[in-house]
């Protein structure tokens, strides 16, 4: 949550009239004197302004200590432990005082993407659009991730062009592992015969395709790594880059 100006004028004056509150009493206990406490506090509040001002430009000069946007779009399959993988990342990086926004696809397609169905043309129109929420979210200093299947690897590389800082982070595991998993029974839909009411069609890895990214910019093997040694692996990468 962001302080709107007007919360943060009040906050910044309820602050000083505070101190200037404390500081007339203490010049008073001290001097005893009105005069001589009204002169301590005008002194004292034109010298902290001027003060504040300089600290202000001293630390605006400086670029240590703060971090900026990044776009991570993440590729994998369904199961392969994407959005928990961000979600777990997103926690820890906020504890940091880090902005962090998951672009999760399954939440998108309910929303800004619902009117898109499943073919290629449909899935790399969801993928833009999701690229361009990541591409804005991360100009204004917000590590942004997508996490979708995003399996094609022409829409993969037009992403990356969106933003110079953008990042392709491949989370795989195999489709054996997948299918094992299949905490939603995605797979076991996908794999029903033909005409089945309950058969899902198009489905990534059964019958739609999964191009394997050939040049990624991190790999994190979810089949062989448990999610938190993933999510230090992730955690660190985005550390190095916005920092």
């Known amino acids: 949550m962001i302080d709107s100006k007007k919360r943060s004028l009040i906050k910044a004056i309820s602050w000083r009239l505070i101190g200037l509150f404390v500081l007339s009493c203490i010049a008073y206990f001290v001097t005893g004197s009105l005069e001589q406490t009204s002169l301590v506090a005008i002194i004292y509040q034109v010298f902290m302004i001027v003060l504040y001002i300089l600290h202000e430009r001293a630390w605006n000069s400086t670029t240590w200590g703060r971090t900026r946007g990044l776009f991570i779009q993440m590729t994998g399959l369904s199961g392969s432990g994407k959005t928990t993988l961000a979600r777990l990342v997103q926690q820890r990086l906020r504890r940091k005082g880090i902005q962090v926004e998951v672009i ?7 929303g800004l993407c619902s009117d898109l169905g499943f073919s290629k043309e449909d899935r790399n129109r969801n993928i833009r659009r999701l690229g361009f929420v990541a591409k804005v979210l991360a100009r204004n200093n917000v590590v942004t991730i997508i996490s979708a299947i995003n399996p094609y690897d022409n829409v993969r590389k037009e992403l990356k062009l969106l933003d110079p800082n953008g990042k392709l982070v491949y989370v ?5 592992t997948v299918k094992e998993r299949d905490t939603k029974g995605l797979y076991r839909k996908a794999l029903l015969p033909d005409g089945h009411p309950e058969r899902i069609n ?17 790999f994190i093997p979810t089949d062989s790594a448990d999610i938190e040694r993933s999510a230090n692996t992730l955690e660190y990468f985005i550390m190095r880059n916005i920092t």
């Open 104 to 110: 999760d696809g399954d939440e998108y397609r309910a």
């Open 172 to 176: 795989k595991a195999s489709l054996d």
């Open 202 to 218: 198009n489905f990534t890895g059964i019958s739609d395709p999964f191009e394997p990214p050939t040049d990624v910019d991190l």
